[in-house]
T-cell receptor, first 110, second 112 residues
Framework: RKEVEQDPGPFNVPEGATVAFNCTYS??????FFWYRQDCRKEPKLLMS???SGNEDGRFTAQLNRASQYISLLIRDSKLSDSATYLC???????????FGAGTQVVVTP | EADIYQTPRYLVIGTGKKITLECSQT?????MYWYQQDPGMELHLIHY???????EKGDLSSESTVSRIRTEHFPLTLESARPSHTSQYLC???????????FGPGTRLLVL
């Protein structure tokens, strides 16, 4: 079983709509959680950290559910520029080594 | 923008050749990492370093080797390239005490 699992998508979203997707992690000792964004044939870039209380950054909202071991990302008022693959990332040790999911592809259409 | 660089960006090479993928960062980060990523798949950590003269193998077994003689430089070497090494190789760095990693643009390697 993979440590971090994501629905690969694609999620086809009309511009202006809301899209949400989850990621599950298998290690209950996971300490920190992140969403990275990876554009086609580019490097991953940090989108946002995920805090226990949930957090928002503009149109993006992230939630953590430790009991069920999943994190979620919600994108409101989707823009064409939001089209990308969103990588769920967790750390399981104090050194901060990252475990990546394979990503959820989001395609925002006009 | 992150100040982390990788060269070459693309490399096509024949089986059996020795290759070195370069990675440099100008942010003074102590921690550096190499990941391997195949299309549509997750990143796998193959090597990491917590500072000069420190190198460790990652979670994915790799026939490559790394060195860390200077803080800013973390090259990866394949002594004898094989078609199974065809992949994208991403270098990243981070500060001690922080978990955010900054990635270079990657090297796409094709071994014929």
């Amino acid at each position: 079983r993979k440590e971090v699992e994501q629905d690969p998508g694609p999620f086809n979203v009309p511009e202006g709509a809301t899209v949400a997707f989850n990621c599950t992690y298998s290690n209950s000792a996971s300490q920190s959680f992140f969403w990275y964004r990876q554009d086609c044939r580019k490097e991953p870039k940090l989108l946002m950290s995920v805090y226990s209380s949930g957090n928002e950054d503009g149109r993006f909202t992230a939630q953590l559910n430790r009991a069920s071991q999943y994190i979620s990302l919600l994108i409101r008022d989707s823009k064409l520029s939001d089209s990308a693959t969103y990588l769920c990332v967790v750390t399981t040790d104090s050194w901060g080594k990252l475990q990546f999911g394979a990503g959820t592809q989001v395609v925002v259409t006009p | 923008e992150a100040d982390i660089y990788q060269t070459p960006r693309y490399l096509v090479i024949g089986t059996g050749k020795k290759i070195t993928l370069e990675c440099s960062q100008t942010m003074g980060h102590d921690k550096m990492y190499w990941y391997q990523q195949d299309p549509g798949m997750e990143l796998h950590l193959i090597h990491y370093s917590y500072g000069v003269n420190s190198t460790e193998k990652g979670d994915l077994s790799s026939e490559s080797t790394v060195s860390r003689i200077r803080t800013e430089h973390f090259p990866l070497t394949l002594e004898s390239a094989r078609p199974s090494h065809t992949s994208q190789y991403l270098c990243a760095s981070s500060r001690v005490g922080e978990e955010t990693q900054y990635f270079g643009p990657g090297t796409r390697l094709l071994v014929l």
